[in-house]
């Protein structure tokens, strides 16, 4: 079955906004076996539209259409519908009720522009939307389906779940079984990952793929039919022998995401001290529900006083060593630590740029501690050559995956091929 | 001209990753005044990669490729470029000299995998990549140019912005001047602000555009043409006017860029303190290059005992007022700016869900504090319905906006039609 997907609107086409829609709707259907064939964006124009409708309509079995629902004049799918399939547009009378009826209960008047929002072609059938004043539709226009879906995300993903999912599922009939599992890496490059990968043979019925999202890479692994699923698990275990260090989590997409679980699976707590992450590591794990059981505090000691002032850094530390050292982390990390009383403490400070950097210490340079009531270590890396935001983002990353390999009781500093480290320190039961 | 784009590669359409370089692309053609006419995304499969190659040549006059120049076998782009046009793929020595010269510089043997990246399509002029293995290249097909950029965003923008920007202006020859001016609104739904602004007459030449993009909504005022250049600016001050305290920046696309410049030019320092927020507000200034100016530090005292032992908070207060609270609030932003000795503070405490509400403080009931030397002010706002993260930086939005509007001598709180406040406290030199 030959699905597409096409997204409409001047603001997604333009770039005005990152088509998050499309991604997820993609990752929807990969994760329930369905590859898309092509996706194509459009802006609001009527007849690039139409034309683009009746294009596909003769290509594709199933179509979904994302966007150019709403009130404002700019929205013009359903009327693009109506004149691709040759139909004219008609007001849904139920959709009008039950609009009329949200307004009331809210104590206003449905405004006048709302009531383009019950007009659907009139060969449509409609599809509810439960969040929002636009419905859904779907009919057929030549050989394909088309399922209009509106463009606000928390309307958009239900109706794709509870409607679109369901009539796929009923067009496509039976198919093989598909399993999709993931493998998040950390600190290789995708090449560097590939050229170890290339030598283990991939069995029949799976592929492999690589997705690069900074500061990870993701190697997916797709088996298709009962045989590859079959294969999967010794494979994905030959894949993890051989990559060792490099995998940081077999069962989610981020490194913040596998920490935030081992954490509350431990009992363990946490405590923070960030300079030139400046919040970005504590906001990474707060991101996640239920981070108020292990997460103390994070003391963004962005200024040099503060981390005297806050940390007790002395100023004689700070002096002697700068403010990105081993020593200055360190002393971050116990501070913290004691100050929340916690099982662990992280520490992050170093030069993200574009300024401040030296010949000794240049922009990139950062120092990472972590220190728990046993241990304590800390690690200089060298992050040259990348933005302001991927030196904080690598930093936590690196940061995240020290107390990774502590909790699961792995030595917590590891060679990362992408991260060259200079100075090392570890020290034990103090 | 008709511009459109093509974007390759697996982990686009498959929503492996959000297609940022597209976006990026589109909104940079939009600051020139081109208009991008369609965008059309595929896998990794040779022959769907042809096709649609022959298929856009006979429509488009010049089309952007993303994608697909990597080392390694499912980077196809090179090759599905000499089918569509019909010619070999040769290798370039130019740029197999320059691979091996950059891995000898790096004491490294050129991998074989990298050998790939020296073909191109023999009719392809090559277009440089400083900053990576992938050469760009453009050849014609049919009635269209076709520039191929690799995906990499850090090798893919300054190939546009050197190479193929240039290029795009030759081709075009004369086009009539245009202007791009953005006005940032927060507070406000994209329809409430649509039918505002539906009552002023749009002169000649100019195009309205709303990106909704959470938590602003940006609207952009588009002129092309002298004439509509030259009633640009009257038309932005009645904009402006019309929409009052909806607009929260003319220069630049963030509260937090917006706040980060005002704080700069004004000397002023700030400190924070942050719950629900958990270091994003933090996190946020500290994005910008040159936030250490003003920036003292975060306290995320996530934990209570973390608003006690770090902020003074009472326990009787805790006790009182609980920790969402006007009152902790206010406590929390006097404490970290006593800490900071700062000109400012900001404190945020709030539930982001999906636990811990209740009857009386619902999920995305959020305390906002703002004080300084002369005065206090504080607001309990009621973001429902609304996801985790969404409470969190729709927090920081109000936040930075309080803050925002003081440093501009303006009352701090304000009504947003959008977000309901329902409790809000100020002190004047106490």
Known sequence: MLLEMISTGEEVLAGQIVDT???????????LGVELARRSTVGDRIDDLVALFLERSRHADLILVNGGLGPTSDDLSAEAAAR???????EHDGWRRHLQDWFQRRGRQMPAINLKQCLIPATAELVDNPQGSAPGFRLQINRAWFFFTPGVPAEFKPMVTDHFVPFLSRLRGAAPPTRLCKLLTFGHGESTLAESIVRLPVPAGITLGYRPSAPHVEIKVFARGEEAIASQPAYLAALQELLGAAVVSTRFPSLAEEVHHTLIAQGASLSLAESCSGGMLASLLVDFAGSSAYLRHSIVSYANAAKTALLQVTPATLERHGA???ETALAMA??????????YALAITGIAGPEGGSEAKPVGTVAIALCDSRSRCAQLVRLANRSRNLVRTMSCAVALDMLRRRLLGMEPIVAYPFIPASEVLREDAH
Chains 1, 2 share one sequence.
């Open 21 to 31: 829609n499309a991604a997820w709707f993609s990752d929807s259907m990969m994760n």
């Open 84 to 90: 691709a399939a040759g139909v004219a547009l008609v």
């Open 324 to 326: 990105v050292s081993l």
């Open 334 to 343: 116990a501070a913290t630590r004691t100050l929340g009383d916690s099982d």
